[in-house]
Structures are given as structure tokens and as C-alpha cells.
């Protein structure tokens, strides 16, 4: 470099240097993607290897000032792994024009300079050794990949359906008491269904004290569980609806002297669908009438409990045809947000024509039964709104009821 002018030009030559990676006798043009996308990052996930770092400097400082850091640019940064691979920012010039560096200062400067490989072309038994390293690195990935993922697939046994899920306690709301806590557990059925011996159907959340949100108070717990059971079909007939699993809970509230109050109960049929479900269950509690039990209820705390939490539906020691409830004093309460992430598998649709038709007829039913809970939800929503219709009704006066009464227009 002769003399010093506003634009001068520096090159950047690179020689003796480690082979340099090239595909079909042509150097890439673009060794490294500094801003790599998602599928960029998937493709090419390899393992990290450890890099030495050399950066080619150039002080650009005015005469007399030589040696100040703020005058030092980088023009070049190499990075050879324990590979032999480089990789060099910014790239070689090429048919590119030439890299630019501005100065600051009384003077501003414009620098020019190029970087260009002047290495000799890689010999073919050079680059069959790179491709060897390569594809050893890749087999050695491969390898590592394989130990932490099993290869053998597990299958459910022939003719069964197995259910997961993965659920969460999103939140509670609607209830008199602060510092909520929710305790739940999954029902299987006495017939054809089972889970393994380690399998926990059961769980307590967190005990978490509520915020205001419009006029409600919510408590959000955000607790997740999981579990799994296996559906085991044997029972031919065409008309039998299968029964599936049912997801209790009981909700309590903890005061400061560590009593707790029931608060409500419910229950949910898990969703015979698989996929994302949203589940909010309506609770209740048992009452007790009189002005003593809110006492005893608010400076006690206790109240009346189930002894048996399946009564909320249908108990599991019931055998008779109509369950009857008359007498049992209750009070609507809040309700608990579930949300569930169901996932269904069966070997059925890989075998035999005549056992997928029968895994297919139980699929079926099992669409027919959650539209059979869609038809009972609609019909006690209608008895529901027929019953405060007619409580309505009974309570106005008598007089503008009657057909024989005046008309008021």
C-alpha cells in the first residue's frame, strides 16, 4: 500500500491454509449463514465442536495516533474447528465488490479491501478424506441421536384402544373463599378398562390464593398431570355404548389457622375425542340450613362432606335403575377449569381387515357417545329452563294468569 488517500484499497491474502471445503471442484460462495432459519437450523443440527478464533486486524488510526483501540477495525475473522473446517466472516470477495470501512473523526476516510483465496485446488484424495471425516462426524451424530431416543416402537396389545392424556388444572373461579386448592382423580370404569400398576390417578394441587378478574375471584394454578389407561374390547354386541373414564374433583379453601371448608364438588366424562379440550365443570356443595351452620362454617370452618366423592354422579356401588337424591340440600359454587390434551392409540388399523372393522365399530361408538352426551347436556339444559319457567310462573300473581283475567294493554 503506496502513500495515503481518502480511498485507498487494502488486500487481504490468505495462503497455507487447512483445504477448504468446495463441492464439485467450486468453493461455496456463502461458507456460513450467520442468520440461519428454523428449517436451516433442523437440516444441519450437528454436534457443537470447539473453535479457534483468529481475527485479522487493521489500525486505521490518522499518522502520529497508531496503537489507539478505537481506531482498530476487523477486517477478517477465521474459525477452524477440530474438523479442519473454516469458516470465514465476511465472505471472500469474489465477483463481489470490494468490503468498505468508514472513518470517523475531523477527516472521515473510506477504506477498500478484498479478501481472496490464493490456496492451491484441493487434491481428490483430499477431498475423499474430508468426505470421510464428514461422514464419520454424521455417523457419530446419528449414533447419539439414536441413544436418547428408543428405537423400538411400543404397540398396545391386539384389539385395544390406549388413552393419553396430559392435562392441566387451569384455574377456579367463583367461590366464597380465598386460598383455593382443588383435589382430583380419574375413575376408570369396572369393565374393560385398566392401567398400569405405577399409573397415578390421582393428584392435589397447589393451595393458591384468588385475584379479582371483573366480577369473579380466580385462583390459577396451572398444575399439569398425566395419565394412561387401555380400553380392552370384548363385548360384540352392536348396541352397547362403552363407558368411559370420569374425572371427579373437590375443591376446599384454606383460612389462616390452617382449617379448610369444602367449597364444591364436580365431575366431567373426559372427552371420547381425541385432540385439544377446554373442560369447565360446575360445582356444588351439600347445605345446611340454618343461620348456626354459616357460623360454624365461618369461624370453624368444616362442613358438611361426601363420604363417597363418586355420589357427584353416578356411584360406582350403585346397581339399581333410578338413583334418587330427594332429601339432599345443595348450593350452586364456582367451577374449575380443566384442559386436556387427549391422544388415542391402537395397533387395530395396522392388522387384519376383520379387526379393523372392529376397532372401527368401537370408534364409532364411541362418536355415538359423545353425541349422546351432547343430547343429554341439551335435554337438561331445556328441563333446567322449563323448571324456572314454571317456578316463575308460580310466583306471580294469580290474577295474571288466569284466562279469565284482564287483559292490560
Same mark, same amino acid.
Given at each position: 500500500?503506496?502513500?495515503?488517500?481518502?480511498?485507498?484499497?487494502?488486500?487481504?491474502?490468505?495462503? #497455507?491454509?487447512?483445504?477448504?471445503?468446495?463441492?464439485?471442484?467450486?468453493?461455496?460462495?456463502?461458507?456460513?449463514?450467520?442468520?440461519? $432459519?428454523?428449517?436451516?437450523?433442523?437440516?444441519?443440527?450437528?454436534?457443537?465442536?470447539?473453535?479457534?478464533?483468529?481475527?485479522?486486524?487493521?489500525?486505521?488510526?490518522?499518522?502520529? *495516533?497508531?496503537?489507539?483501540?478505537?481506531?482498530?477495525?476487523?477486517?477478517?475473522?477465521?474459525?477452524?474447528?477440530?474438523?479442519?473446517?473454516?469458516?470465514?466472516?465476511?465472505?471472500?470477495?469474489?465477483?463481489?465488490?470490494?468490503?468498505?470501512?468508514?472513518?470517523?473523526?475531523?477527516?472521515?476516510?473510506?477504506? *477498500?479491501?478484498?479478501?481472496?483465496?490464493?490456496?492451491?485446488?484441493?487434491?481428490?484424495?483430499?477431498?475423499?478424506?474430508?468426505?470421510?471425516?464428514?461422514?464419520?462426524?454424521?455417523?457419530?451424530?446419528?449414533?447419539?441421536?439414536? $441413544? %436418547?431416543? #428408543?428405537?423400538?416402537?411400543?404397540?398396545?396389545?391386539?384389539?385395544?384402544?390406549?388413552?393419553?392424556?396430559?392435562?392441566?388444572?387451569?384455574?377456579?373461579?367463583?367461590?366464597?373463599? !380465598?386460598?383455593?386448592?382443588?383435589?382430583?382423580?380419574?375413575?376408570?370404569?369396572?369393565?374393560?378398562?385398566?392401567?398400569?400398576?405405577?399409573?397415578?390417578?390421582?393428584?392435589?394441587?397447589?393451595?393458591?390464593?384468588?385475584?379479582?378478574?371483573?366480577? #369473579? *375471584?380466580?385462583?390459577?394454578?396451572?398444575?399439569?398431570?398425566?395419565?394412561?389407561?387401555?380400553?380392552?374390547?370384548?363385548?360384540?354386541?352392536?348396541?352397547?355404548?362403552?363407558?368411559?373414564?370420569?374425572?371427579?374433583?373437590?375443591?376446599? $379453601?384454606? !383460612?389462616?389457622?390452617?382449617?379448610?371448608?369444602?367449597?364444591?364438588?364436580?365431575?366431567?366424562?373426559?372427552?371420547?375425542?381425541?385432540?385439544?379440550?377446554?373442560?369447565?365443570?360446575?360445582?356444588?356443595?351439600?347445605?345446611?340450613?340454618?343461620?348456626?351452620?354459616?357460623?360454624?362454617?365461618?369461624?370453624?370452618?368444616?362442613?358438611?362432606? %361426601?363420604?363417597?366423592?363418586?355420589?357427584?354422579?353416578?356411584?360406582?356401588?350403585?346397581?339399581?335403575?333410578?338413583?334418587?337424591?330427594?332429601?339432599?340440600?345443595?348450593?350452586?359454587?364456582?367451577?374449575?377449569?380443566?384442559?386436556?390434551?387427549?391422544?388415542?392409540?391402537?395397533?387395530?388399523?395396522?392388522?387384519?381387515?376383520?379387526?379393523?372393522?372392529?376397532?372401527?365399530?368401537? %370408534?364409532?361408538?364411541?362418536?355415538?357417545?359423545?353425541?349422546?352426551?351432547?343430547?343429554?347436556?341439551?335435554?337438561?339444559?331445556?328441563?333446567?329452563?322449563?323448571?324456572?319457567?314454571?317456578?316463575?310462573?308460580?310466583?306471580?300473581?294469580? #290474577?295474571?294468569?288466569?284466562?279469565?283475567?284482564?287483559?292490560?294493554?
Amino acid at each position: 500500500m503506496a502513500g495515503r488517500t481518502d480511498e485507498s484499497l487494502l488486500t487481504l491474502t490468505l495462503t #497455507d491454509s487447512p483445504t477448504w471445503r468446495r463441492e464439485g471442484g467450486i468453493l461455496k460462495s456463502r461458507i456460513v449463514t450467520w442468520e440461519p $432459519s428454523e428449517e436451516f437450523v433442523r437440516n444441519n443440527h450437528v454436534i457443537n465442536t470447539p473453535l479457534q478464533t483468529m481475527y485479522i486486524m487493521a489500525d486505521l488510526g490518522p499518522y502520529g *495516533k497508531l496503537g489507539y483501540k478505537k481506531y482498530e477495525h476487523v477486517l477478517c475473522t477465521l474459525k477452524v474447528d477440530s474438523n479442519g473446517v473454516i469458516t470465514v466472516k465476511p465472505d471472500f470477495t469474489g465477483l463481489k465488490g470490494p468490503y468498505r470501512i468508514e472513518t470517523e473523526g475531523e477527516k472521515p476516510e473510506l477504506w *477498500k479491501y478484498t479478501i481472496d483465496n490464493v490456496s492451491s485446488l484441493a487434491q481428490p484424495e483430499e477431498e475423499e478424506r474430508e468426505q470421510r471425516v464428514f461422514k464419520d462426524l454424521y455417523g457419530r451424530h446419528k449414533e447419539y441421536l439414536s $441413544s %436418547l431416543v #428408543d428405537t423400538d416402537f411400543e404397540t398396545t396389545v391386539p384389539g385395544a384402544l390406549r388413552l393419553f392424556v396430559n392435562g392441566e388444572v387451569v384455574s377456579a373461579q367463583g367461590y366464597e373463599y !380465598d386460598n383455593l386448592y382443588v383435589h382430583f382423580f380419574v375413575e376408570l370404569p369396572t369393565t374393560n378398562w385398566s392401567s398400569p400398576a405405577f399409573q397415578q390417578l390421582s393428584g392435589i394441587t397447589q393451595t393458591c390464593a384468588t385475584k379479582s378478574l371483573g366480577m #369473579d *375471584k380466580v385462583a390459577y394454578f396451572s398444575y399439569p398431570f398425566t395419565f394412561e389407561a387401555s380400553f380392552l374390547h370384548e363385548d360384540e354386541s352392536a348396541g352397547a355404548l362403552p363407558e368411559w373414564p370420569v374425572l371427579y374433583c373437590e375443591v376446599h $379453601s384454606l !383460612d389462616f389457622w390452617q382449617r379448610y371448608r369444602v367449597e364444591g364438588y364436580g365431575a366431567v366424562v373426559l372427552p371420547a375425542t381425541p385432540g385439544a379440550h377446554t373442560l369447565r365443570v360446575s360445582t356444588w356443595r351439600p347445605l345446611e340450613l340454618g343461620t348456626v351452620a354459616e357460623l360454624r362454617r365461618f369461624f370453624i370452618g368444616g362442613s358438611l362432606e %361426601l363420604e363417597d366423592l363418586s355420589y357427584v354422579r353416578i356411584p360406582g356401588t350403585f346397581k339399581g335403575e333410578r338413583l334418587s337424591r330427594f332429601g339432599l340440600r345443595t348450593e350452586t359454587t364456582g367451577s374449575v377449569t380443566f384442559r386436556l390434551h387427549c391422544l388415542q392409540q391402537s395397533r387395530a388399523f395396522m392388522e387384519s381387515s376383520s379387526l379393523r372393522k372392529r376397532m372401527r365399530s368401537v %370408534l364409532d361408538r364411541l362418536e355415538g357417545f359423545s353425541q349422546q352426551s351432547s343430547i343429554h347436556n341439551v335435554l337438561e339444559a331445556f328441563r333446567r329452563a322449563r323448571r324456572r319457567m314454571q317456578e316463575a310462573r308460580e310466583s306471580l300473581p294469580q #290474577d295474571l294468569v288466569s284466562p279469565s283475567g284482564a287483559m292490560v294493554r
